[in-house]
């Protein structure tokens, strides 16, 4: 997969100091996100003012979405959901799965929830323990996929028949069918060699999604079969891609200071104990966002 010659796009700051920004959606007319590190969820708008409109884990490795009715769900140890007085309560029962910790989220147009957990940062060589979880609308859980290489985000296309998860540690998109029932089939690969983190699709068919290592800060838009359409040069690494914005062109980056050459409690605790490097960037995308989230 070559991105020599794909087009050039500009990224312009729209919010700065986060520990660490993930998760992002386009939510009534602003870009939420999950700050990771703080246990906020905060909420800017197209001008970059922001402000915290929700709390979760205060960890990391946690997510948001919303259900067809507008309740939030939040991922952590389990999935809880917000009611309208702002209870949290627990939205379904995870404990069966044998997975500590549930990461991403995507909820599709017919309301059927997907998680991932199972990111080890040393599984072993070659072992891929991560999973796919799916909550149908009447909170019934099964697993519906296995032997992911730490799994981050997914998204669905507008036809609720393709889910696209971000393998990290394999360095590739994984494309499977939806069934009629939510269960997943045909597990192919998408697109190889890439640095794919959270993820979104657009009206063209394509996945914006970290086009390269960590190293080279490259964020593309990728074809199935891992063409580079378009591409983003950023100073610093993308946690996940999100468009918005009200013809839903804007494309949001979620960026931090993730350094390859420390180890992970190392970044963690620069990230979160400060100076908080973390940004949300915005570029003009050449098509809008489709499909879930």
Known sequence: MS?????????QTLLSGLAIGESPRWHEGRLWLAHWGTGEIVAVDLGGRSEVVGQGPPGLGWSIDWLPDGRLLVTGEGLMRR???GSMVEHADLGGLGVDGFNEIVV?????VYVNGGCDF???EGNAPGIIALVMPDGSVRQVADGIAFPNGMAVT????????????????TAFDIAADGSLSN???WADGVGPDGICVDAGG???TGVAAFGENLV????????????????????????????RQTLFMLTADWRMTDGFAENIARLTEGPRTGQVLTARAPAPGVGWP
Not at 108 to 112: E, K, P, Q, S, V
Not at 158 to 173: G, M, W
Not at 220 to 232: I, M, T
Request: a negative charge; proline letters at 6%; charged letters at 30%.
């Open 158 to 173: 507008p036809d609720n028949a393709t889910l696209i998860i971000a393998e990290s540690f394999a360095a590739r998109l």
């Open 108 to 112: 599709d147009g017919r309301g059927n």
């Open 3 to 11: 991105s020599q010659e794909s087009a050039v796009l500009e990224a």
């Open 206 to 208: 394509a996945v914006w």
């Open 83 to 85: 009611e309208p007085d």
């Open 220 to 247: 593309g838009r990728v074809r199935d079969g891992g063409e580079v359409l378009e591409r983003v040069k950023l100073d610093m690494p993308c946690f996940a891609c999100m468009l918005g914005g009200e013809d």
């Open 122 to 124: 040393d599984p072993g």
């Open 187 to 189: 597990r192919r690969v």
